[in-house]
């Protein structure tokens, strides 16, 4: 059974600040997607990746996949009380096995 | 508005009573999917349907959870028995069958109490 562990588990920084938060899994990812959750709503799709090494940027946001595929990092320049929220990393196959969260408040 | 509705939102029970939530699917999306979440944790896969089919439960799925999909549209949960163990956030998601590239899209989740 793949096992995704994300750290921290919380993570609590003022307005402006930079972050990383990371992924890793226990075997290889199909396909690797970041979420977003707010509280009381369904996790929102943010990114997919699917190549070793692949970088994508979207806005503030800075989606890194490992080379061997089994780890990624999300890094977010600038943070915004917007950006508070539980953030879930995914592996892709038939269905979505999620990672253990990083909760993360922004304070203005 | 077009998006996955999960019907009730909210659902606070006694222990040993029967609840039942529903999803509807985004229309024409043939996949559904439902996922359990407790409180600042990732969610927990249950089960999946391809229209009518159940391709796959999880073992977390235990005999008192059934769930349905009987024209390939819209899909019940129920869970039988309620235990303390059960409260959680029920949430639904549909997508369209795997391709290169698809979004499997959730609802806003139904929560659960039981007391």
């Known amino acids: 059974t793949q096992l995704l562990e994300q750290s921290p588990q919380f993570l609590s920084i003022q307005e402006g600040e930079n972050l990383t938060v990371y992924c890793n899994s226990s075997?290889?990812?199909?396909?690797l997607q970041w979420y977003r959750q707010e509280p009381g709503e369904g996790p929102v799709l943010l990114v997919t990746?699917?190549?070793?090494?692949e970088v994508k940027k979207l806005k503030r946001l800075t989606f890194q996949f490992g080379d061997a595929r089994k780890d990624s990092s999300l890094h977010i320049t600038a943070a915004q009380p917007g950006d508070t929220g539980l953030y879930l990393c995914a592996d892709f196959t038939d269905k979505l096995i999620f990672g253990t969260g990083t909760r993360l408040q922004v304070f203005p | 508005d077009t998006g996955v509705s999960q019907d009730p939102r909210h659902k606070i029970t006694k222990r040993g009573q029967n609840v039942t939530f529903r999803c509807d699917p985004i229309s024409e999306h043939n996949r559904l999917y439902w996922y359990r979440q407790t409180l600042g944790q990732g969610p927990e896969f249950l089960t999946y349907?391809?229209?009518?089919?159940?391709?796959?439960k999880s073992r977390l799925l235990s005999d008192r959870f059934s769930a349905e999909r009987p024209k390939g549209s819209f899909s019940t949960l129920e869970i039988q028995r309620t235990e303390q163990g059960d409260s959680a956030m029920y949430l639904c998601a549909s997508s369209q069958t795997p391709g290169a590239a698809y979004t499997i899209y959730f609802g806003e989740g139904s929560w659960l109490t039981v007391v």
């Open positions: 349907f391809q229209n009518e089919a159940q391709l796959e």
């Open positions: 075997s290889v990812f199909s396909s």
């Open positions: 990746v699917v190549t070793g090494g």
